[in-house]
């Protein structure tokens, strides 16, 4: 076949590539004035989210704006576009007037783009996005007549997870392990002295393993764990566990949930004394089996306050004390550094 013919095939071919590419439309055109517009609309796993920026702000309303039926975006409006297990490429929205423009509300990803066809205002975002924000760029509003969402549906074993403003979220599957994605780091952990410390590390780019339970840490956010046929390497010392169902925890002696209270993020008894409770699927608890259940604490934090290791070094009453590093290694009474000293961490100089 000659590279005329060839070219020519894959010419006839690429439109049908792009005709073939998902995508929903939301359109305004048609709506009733009297119709109070909802705060969530949603099509084939696209959500159009509706919220103001301050206090007093007003919602979006039906309206009629150079005699075009449209919905009407206030100045301190926010649209939010989010995607139920689609990666977002491409949105257009088609505007009624040409003074009316979009900007991003926070994080700002990729470009938006505007032009007119035919008395036609269209603005154009391009990229590869889970979940945007916008709002408009003038005091006037963004009056919008149609919104149309291009976008990619994921695989069917990947994971999309979702990471709060407080910078962290915990994860589980045991039936397939996954690349860390670009901006995530996984951690296990262990308790050693009745202190929670870091047991592995999985950077961006290596494997988590199947059926390992992790606390991911990154900006708050959405991330795709693409599933990977890598076996990663396991870590026996992880103290976190996890189901794939709705399930009572099992394990242990003492139990914490992960969650955000009046100590931080971190692990909390859900239940008195740390008794079992029912967990999640897919999210990671925490496990614990102390030699006397009133040694456990009910919070087990990330980050604990250091106090100066002096009086018990030289107190000959604690000199058999085991002395540990943040690795949970048994050091001598010189190591430089953090250490860990009946249940307490301390900065040894």
Not at 106 to 129: L, P, Q, Y
Not at 148 to 160: A, G, H, Q, S
Not at 285 to 294: A, D, F, G, H, R
Request: hydrophobic residues 35%; proline residues 3%.
């Amino acid at each position: 076949m000659s590279k005329k013919i060839i070219l020519l095939s894959l010419m006839l071919l690429l439109p049908v590539m792009i005709w073939a590419q998902d995508c929903v439309e939301f359109d305004f055109s048609s709506s009733s004035l009297n119709d109070v517009v909802p705060t969530t609309m949603v099509k084939d796993g696209i959500y159009l989210k509706f919220s103001v920026s301050k206090e007093g702000g007003a919602l979006p309303v039906y309206k009629v704006n150079n005699k075009a039926k449209c919905l009407k975006i206030d100045a301190d409006g926010v649209l939010t576009i989010e995607g139920d297990n689609r990666k977002i490429t491409s949105i257009q929205f088609v505007a009624s007037d040409r003074r009316d423009d979009l900007k991003f509300y926070s994080n700002e990803v990729g470009k938006i783009t505007k032009r007119t066809i035919r008395e036609t205002f269209v603005s154009t975002w391009k990229g590869e996005a889970y979940i945007l924000s916008f709002t408009p760029r003038a005091s006037g509003g963004f009056h919008v007549k149609s919104i149309k969402v291009f976008y990619e549906k994921l695989r069917p074993n990947d994971v999309l997870v979702t990471v709060s403003s407080a910078g962290r979220a915990t994860l589980y599957y045991s039936d397939r392990s996954f690349k860390v994605p670009e901006g995530v780091v996984a951690c296990t952990y262990k308790i050693v002295g009745n202190l929670l410390s870091r047991s592995k590390v999985y950077n961006a780019g290596t494997v988590l393993p199947k059926g390992t339970a992790a606390v991911l840490e990154a900006e708050g956010g959405k991330y795709l764990f693409e599933e990977t046929m890598e076996k990663g390497v396991p870590d026996s010392d992880n103290a976190l566990r996890g189901s794939d169902d709705i399930s009572v925890t099992t394990g242990g002696e003492v139990y914490y949930m992960f969650a955000k209270g009046s100590n931080g993020v971190g692990f909390y008894w859900k239940e008195p004394d740390g008794k079992p409770f029912t967990t999640e699927a897919h999210k990671a608890y925490l496990v614990y089996s102390p030699s006397t259940v009133s040694q456990a604490k009910s919070f087990l934090g990330f980050d604990v306050s250091l106090g100066i290791y002096a009086a018990e070094k030289n107190n000959a009453s604690g000199q058999n004390t085991p002395v540990y590093n943040l690795a949970a290694e048994q050091v001598g009474r010189d190591y430089k550094g953090i250490i860990i000293v009946n249940g307490k961490k301390y900065l040894n100089r």
